[in-house]
Every structure is written in C-alpha cells, then in structure tokens.
C-alpha cells in the first residue's frame, strides 16, 4: 500500500485534531504529520487508520491512539540526538514518531510474533531503529544509560531498573496503575539517587509484563 495525497490528507486531519486536543509541541504534530499510520494497521482496520484511536495489532497488543503517542512524546521533550530507550516497541507506529524527531531509538518488545514482525517491516518503510526481544522491566543495561526513556504499556509499579538506566537529568515517562487505568507518570533525573516525579493525567494502556512471550 502507498502513501497516498488522500493519506496525507487525512494525517493532515488528524494532526489538527490533535492540536485541538492541547497538543502544542509542533515537532511532535510535524513527526506525527509524516508518519503513515495506515501502513500499521491490520487489513481490517486501515479504513480507521486516521481516526484518534487505538486499535489491535494482535497477541493481545494495540496500536496506541495517536493523541496518547502525541502526550507521551511531549512530555519525553525528545530533541534531535537523543539516545531514547522504548518498552513496548508494539506495531512500531510510536518507534517512527521518535524517529522522526531525530533520536536514536532503542526499542524492545516481548512478544515474540510483533518483534519478528516490527523488526522487517519498519526497515522497509525507512524506520531504523535498534531491535530487541526482552522483558522490558530489565530495560538493556549494557546500552544504557539514557537520555530518556519512554514506556509504552501500564506498569502496576515503579520499574526500578529502568530509573538506573536514566541519564542524570534525563527522563522517562510510564504509565504507572493497575489495569483499569494508569496515571501518565513524568519522572525526571536530578541526581545519582534522586528523582523528580510529576503526575499527568490518567489513559488506559495494555498491561507492561515481565518476562519474554515465546
């Protein structure tokens, strides 16, 4: 499937939708502008492709609604160069986003079927990014550390070695709550062991599991 002019008529829709959402971080609109999110979808959701929601991708994962992605990149403050580490690479739809905005991602999914998947396809349309099967809660120590750190599913608590992996003065952002919904979690390194966390609303992810999916 290509990008169409209707496609980027239709991002173009989206984006504005955003915006009117309180999203003004116009290098986070002009990444989500460029990034074909039809080309994302499964066959029988890419008529939805432009519409603000989320949508399956299968093993029980979804492709975030883009006002949740368009959130969570602004308050990661993402400039070009930054060296970011993403739990949760998904349908790879947010991957790009950052991408888009000039960081070096390192991303990791686990499950399996999504990671063999996500690690051809987006190559194929231009995304590279660094790919990784693992359990996100170990985060990838030997990489790190992070200029920022963004988490892509609910965390039912602090992921403990990922704040060892956050550069100082660096930031991660987490979905932290159980599973009916979670507060938008903004956590900024100040120190070698000292943290500033703020509080940014509640959304509903898909649960952040330990452990790899075979």
């Known amino acids: 499937m290509k990008d169409s002019f ?9 984006v504005e939708e955003i915006r ?3 999203i003004d971080d116009e290098r986070v609109l002009q990444a989500i502008m460029k990034v074909p999110r039809h080309l994302f979808m499964d ?9 603000d ?14 006002y949740t992605v368009a959130y969570q990149t602004r308050l990661l403050d993402v400039h ?15 991957t790009a986003v950052l991408l888009e905005m000039g960081a070096k991602v390192y991303t990791i999914e686990r499950q399996r079927e999504l990671y063999l998947k996500v690690q051809s ?6 995304y590279n990014a ?4 693992g359990d996100g809660y170990e985060g990838l120590e030997s990489y790190g550390p992070f200029d920022r750190i963004l988490v892509t599913a609910g965390a039912t608590e602090m992921p403990e070695k990922l704040l060892a992996q956050i550069k100082t003065g660096g930031i991660m952002v987490v979905p932290l709550g159980g599973s009916d919904s979670q507060v938008m979690t903004r956590i900024v390194r100040t120190g070698d062991d000292s943290f500033e966390k703020t509080e940014h609303g509640r959304f509903v992810f898909v649960p952040l599991l330990k452990g790899r999916s075979m």
């Open 6 to 14: 209707r496609h980027k008529g239709l991002r173009n829709k989206l």
């Open 20 to 22: 009117l959402k309180g």
């Open 43 to 51: 066959t029988g959701f890419v008529k939805f492709a432009y519409k």
């Open 53 to 66: 929601q989320a949508f399956p991708i299968g093993s029980g994962q979804t492709i975030s609604q883009p």
């Open 80 to 94: 070009r160069h930054c060296k970011v580490l993403e739990i949760g690479t998904g349908s790879g739809y947010q």
């Open 121 to 126: 396809f987006l190559p194929s349309i231009g």
């Open 130 to 133: 660094n790919f990784f099967y």
